[in-house]
Nanobody, 127 residues
């Protein structure tokens, strides 16, 4: 089960932190990703955190590199997405998703790779 939270309204240049609380997953072999979607467009992979035994790795879409930071651990149950220097084009509903494989982040551009989804949280960035 995944529970996303932390969305809201922020001015351009501001920051928000999203949280994805995960339960029922093995955090020693897991990928948790953040996707976003605006009306009329496909869901876009934003960032991904993978855990494999004692190691972790992170992945980012080019559109958010240097502005967003994903974090988590292979013993914890929550993954965070710190979003800084937000732009109006970051406005979307953000979803967290999980797959029971540390390899899933390599398919961040494919939403269908992930088979567990949380509810969305709306992020609105005003200009």
């Amino acid at each position: 089960q995944l529970q996303a939270s932390g969305g809201g309204l922020v001015q351009a240049g501001g920051s928000l932190r999203l949280s994805c609380a995960a339960s029922g997953f093995d955090f020693e072999d897991l990928s948790i990703a953040w996707f976003r979607q605006v009306p009329g467009k496909e869901r876009e992979g934003v960032s991904c955190f993978s855990a494999w035994i004692r190691s972790t790795s992170t992945h980012y879409a080019d559109s958010v590199k240097g502005r967003f930071t994903i974090s988590g651990s292979n013993v914890g149950s929550t993954v965070y997405l710190q979003m800084d220097s937000l732009k109006p084009e970051d406005t979307a509903v953000y979803y967290c998703a999980a797959k029971g494989s540390h390899l899933a982040c390599k398919g961040l551009q494919y939403a269908k790779v992930f088979d567990s989804w949380g509810q969305g949280t709306l992020v609105t960035v005003s200009s």
